[in-house]
């Protein structure tokens, strides 16, 4: 298949493990026969810097002309909020927005050699495999009005019927293919948004009689995430609970450092990036742990290119390199000698090139 990819490096960590990740691209193209068009684009303070604007007009015209987007991470002190008041915007919300990718899947599955990495105990840890299914175009991110004066500040919470109604449905259908439930995670005790939430969730369940839901608050969620997390299977929430408890949730696993994810509408098109951000207090160390960016180039291969193979080739590679004892420094064993960005993912390379090309899936984030 031939493939435009529009690769958005970004900030801090982002360029190192956007790097990576294209490098495990090139060598999927090669061995599946494939051909992918990288077109290299600004965003985020890298923008800024060089066209004075977080998401210029020639990124999203490359984003445009692409089947999918691979992005790295944005932002960092240089570029974040100050106390003055400022209201900077680091171009992620407005790529997600201008391209109204209104669905971001957050994978969140044990990774077996991982366990000892997980604050959770094992037995606690192992048997987790939940998909986040984050609402990322409305909510507290975006509703107007939203300002800010010396004494007051405004942020605006709405939610459309329409669009709630178009993250369940991606929820329920991701429920079907996965273990048939769905647990809706809201604030309906406190917040008019979230019955409304509830109210379309119990709307739709109907066309989904195979699929079980039930509802949360998101105080127990945070709670229940930690004390049963193999007790999820998809959750599905608004943009700012998901945000938190995307992040919450990484650890389980070992590290943010681990956890991918994509942002998608309904027609396949994408942007895939890492759930982890700029990364300020390692970045420029070569040290960062580049599987979520390889893992969102899988996603981008399952969910944009309908790749199912090659992308449980490179989720599969990653497991056996860690299982190996091979990690980079935020899941590295006391007293074991931590790799560094680029060998870690020379590792990958060399596992994924000697895996005999195979329609058998083993393990992957679906
Ligand atoms: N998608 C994105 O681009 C994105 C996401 C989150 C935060 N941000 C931005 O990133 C900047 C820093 O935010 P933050 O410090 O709160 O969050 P962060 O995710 O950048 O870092 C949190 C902690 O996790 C560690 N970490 C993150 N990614 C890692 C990796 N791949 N390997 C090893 N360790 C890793 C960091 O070193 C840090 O200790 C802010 O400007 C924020 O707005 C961007
Ligand atoms: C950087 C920030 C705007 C972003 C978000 O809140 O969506 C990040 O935390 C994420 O999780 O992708
Ligand atoms: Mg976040």
Redesign the pocket.
């Known amino acids: 298949m031939e493939k435009t990819i529009a690769v958005l490096p ?5 360029p190192e ?1 956007t790097s990576a990740a294209v490098k495990v691209l090139k060598l999927i193209a090669r061995r599946y026969n494939h051909s992918f068009k990288l077109s290299y684009g600004l965003i ?1 303070g890298a923008a800024i810097d060089a066209l004075g604007n977080p998401f210029p007009e020639e990124t999203a015209d490359a984003c445009q002309a692409s089947d999918a987007v691979l ?7 240089k ?2 909020a100050n106390a003055s008041g400022n209201r900077p915007e ?1 171009g ?1 919300l407005a790529i997600r927005k201008h391209f109204g990718l209104f669905a971001n899947l957050r994978p969140v599955k044990a990774v077996p050699a991982l366990l000892g990495a997980s604050p959770l105990k094992e037995e606690k840890a192992s048997d987790v495999d939940l998909m986040i299914v984050r609402e990322l175009t409305g909510g507290l991110y975006f509703g107007e009005p939203k300002h800010r004066t010396h004494e007051a500040a405004v942020d605006t919470l709405s939610y459309s019927r329409e669009e709630i109604e178009r993250i369940v449905d991606k929820a329920f259908e991701l429920a079907r293919v996965r273990r048939g439930k769905v647990t809706s995670v809201d604030k309906a005790n406190v917040l008019e948004t979230s019955r409304l939430w509830r109210e379309v969730v119990e709307e739709k369940k109907a066309a989904y009689p195979d699929v079980r839901v039930e509802h949360q608050l998101v105080d127990s969620c945070a709670m229940k995430l930690i004390t049963d997390p193999a007790a999820f299977d998809v959750v599905v929430t608004e943009n700012m609970f998901g945000d938190i408890l995307s ?1 919450e949730a990484s650890v389980i696993t070992g ?3 681990m956890l991918p994810s994509a942002s998608i509408r309904s027609d396949g098109f994408g942007l895939y ?10 970045a420029g160390k070569g ?7 390889i893992l969102s180039a899988a996603m981008m291969l399952r969910y944009s290119f309908g790749m199912d193979t090659e992308a449980a080739a490179i989720e599969e590679a990653v497991q056996t390199v860690l299982e190996d004892g091979f990690r ?3 899941v590295a064993e006391e007293g074991t000698r931590a790799l560094s960005t680029e060998e870690w993912t020379e590792r990958i390379l060399e596992q994924l090139d000697s895996e005999a090309v195979s329609d058998h899936i083993l393990f992957a984030y679906m």
């Open positions: 970004g900030d801090g960590i982002g493990v985020g992005l790295g991470a944005v932002g960092g002190p570029w974040d680091n992620l992040d590290s943010l450092g990036e890492p759930v982890h951000g700029s990364g300020p207090d390692i040290i960062a742990n580049p599987a979520a960016a980079t420094a935020d």
